[in-house]
């Protein structure tokens, strides 16, 4: 549970920093000042919670390798290399999951904009 939380939790928040990168780069040189450091603090805080949640990210990685440690001593062979398989897999699925939905999400957009086009 908390490998998915985290994951969500560096997912959103880098894409987040992202967006915020992007909107930074768009400005133009008429841009209202205060918007662009309205715009740098956001990044400054979104980097700064993003190395947060790369440190929560270690410590997790850290429980599961003690975890991962107490069940080698309980499980035979074949299923712990079961069970360190859906570990490793399980971050992965979940970032494959949250792009899908990120994909599917923008689809949706872009078509409700087709449909208020016509």
């Known amino acids: 549970g908390d490998l998915d939380k985290v994951v969500n939790l560096l997912l959103s928040l880098s894409g987040r920093l992202a967006r915020v ?9 008429h841009t209202p000042a205060e918007d662009k450091l309205a715009l740098r603090e956001k990044q400054r805080l979104l980097a700064a919670q993003l190395e947060d949640a790369k440190e929560l990210k270690e410590h997790v990685g850290r429980r599961e390798e003690a975890v991962g440690a107490m069940v080698a001593r309980y499980l035979p062979a074949e299923h712990l290399q079961d069970y360190q398989h859906f570990v490793k897999m399980k971050s992965a699925l979940i970032a494959e999951q949250r792009e899908l939905e990120e994909k599917i999400k923008l689809g949706q957009e872009q078509l409700r904009c087709l449909r208020e086009s016509l």
């Open 21 to 29: 990168e992007t909107a930074l780069g768009s400005l133009g040189p």
